[in-house]
């Protein structure tokens, strides 16, 4: 994939948390590039590796001040203890006005449906399937999480990974 569809598709998840009033820093755009990259049919290529508690992505890092410096995301007033969140401006809107955003809602839908707190937990137990696939729930809690949390993210994590990132359809 190239820079310019992985400008696309931070754009897409940072504008769609904003538009719902989310906070979307850069913990949040880490992994939700990261369960993008593992849900989707379309990788990005943002090559996640393990950092600090969670994926970390350079390359989304990167993007994310390109985006900044040209002018496509700006910072919204810093909110304690997280930090200050993204928002695209009326430059990247027209952007992305002509983009499919299907894939990038139902992952936001997936994201916001976990709590607050366990948010990144979502991120943390796709890894673990991805990475500890012998025994995720174990991994999760040498972190330090606890099971009954793990293991519904695990669950929230096993089907996204099934729905490629495609929203259920309607029966």
């Not at 040209?70 to 810093?78: A, K, R, S, T």
Request: charged content about 20%; aromatic content about 8%.
């Amino acid at each position: 994939m190239n820079d310019n569809n992985r400008e696309l598709a931070l754009l897409q998840l940072a504008g769609q948390m904003s538009t719902r009033g989310e906070w979307c820093g850069a913990a949040y755009l880490q992994a939700l590039s990261y369960l993008l990259d593992l849900s989707s049919e379309n990788s990005c290529g943002f090559a996640h590796y393990w950092y600090r508690g969670g994926p970390y992505s350079a390359l989304v890092a990167e993007t994310l001040e390109t985006l900044r410096a040209n002018g496509l995301i700006c910072h919204d007033p810093v909110v304690l203890p997280a930090g200050p969140s993204y928002r695209c401006t009326s430059a990247a809107e027209k952007r992305l006005a002509s983009g499919d955003t299907s894939r990038s809602s139902h992952l936001i839908d997936t994201f916001l449906n976990h709590p607050g707190k366990q948010r990144l937990l979502l991120a943390r137990a796709t890894y673990a399937l991805a990475n500890h696939s012998g025994k995720p729930l174990e991994w999760l809690e040498e972190l330090g999480t606890k099971t009954e949390e793990a293991t519904e993210s695990l669950n929230a994590a096993k089907e996204l990974l099934a729905s490629r990132c495609r929203p259920p359809v309607a029966s």
